[in-house]
């Protein structure tokens, strides 16, 4: 079955250490997202890509890196997490430039303490 | 800059009701409009999607209208249930971006 998956689903991580979160899909989409969501907030998109070896920052300042070495596969990664990374984490993608809607990820919830 | 408003921020009805949230979008050049549902500590589940060439979406008790020179989108859902209680987020794909701008959500408790 098509679809986008995230992981892990939960962790909880002390400060410094270094972090990959994990988002797979598998339809085959041109386009991935990264969105953070604080808890009873708004979206906010940190990194995009266009495919393989396209990404490009969004609109919320980040620390955090991505890399799209394979169509299927963007993962996120933080050096040194620190307590301000604590967030929900959101991977989405989309198949082409204007008709295809989004399908979003379970979503990582990321503690750093 | 398009900007993205949804009203209300929060809603409580009874079990049964029929129900209207509406979004409102700055900027008419969208390619499309998505209506999501997001329930507590979970990812996004699309619920309809409306091309710009639409004039509404519907799935089961849900229908989604689109209104481009207005600027507005309706989602409706008829004889609510407690199961859906959730927060319902909408956004807009810029005419000239990829990128999906959303709304802050409306969060909905339908009561037993």
């Known amino acids: 079955e098509a679809d986008i998956y995230q992981t892990p689903r939960y962790l909880v991580i002390g400060t410094g250490k270094k972090i990959t979160l994990e988002c797979s899909q598998t339809m085959g989409h041109d386009k991935m997202y990264w969105y953070q969501q604080d808890p009873g907030m708004e979206l906010h998109l940190i990194h995009y890509s266009y495919g393989v070896n396209s990404t490009e920052k969004g609109d919320l300042s980040s620390e955090s890196t991505v890399s799209r070495i394979r169509t299927e596969h963007f993962p996120l990664t933080l050096e040194s997490a620190r307590p301000s990374h604590t967030s929900q984490y959101l991977c989405?993608?989309?198949?082409?430039?204007?008709?295809?809607?989004?399908?979003f990820g379970s979503g990582t919830r990321l503690t750093v303490v | 800059k398009q900007e993205v408003t949804q009203i209300p921020a929060a809603l409580s009805v009874p079990e049964g009701e029929n129900l209207v949230l509406n979004c409102s979008f700055t900027d008419s050049a969208i390619y499309n409009l998505q209506w999501f549902r997001q329930d507590p500590g979970k990812g996004l589940t699309s619920l309809l999607l409306?091309?710009?060439?639409?004039r509404e979406q519907t799935s089961g008790r849900l229908n989604a209208s689109l209104d481009k020179s207005s600027g507005r989108s309706t989602l409706y859902i008829a004889a609510s249930q407690p199961g859906d209680s959730a927060t319902y987020l909408c956004a807009v794909k810029a005419d000239s971006s990829y990128k999906l701008i959303f709304g802050s959500g409306t969060r909905l408790l339908v009561r037993p």
């Open positions: 989405a993608s989309s198949a082409n430039e204007g008709g295809d809607g989004y399908t």
């Open positions: 409306i091309q710009s060439s639409q």
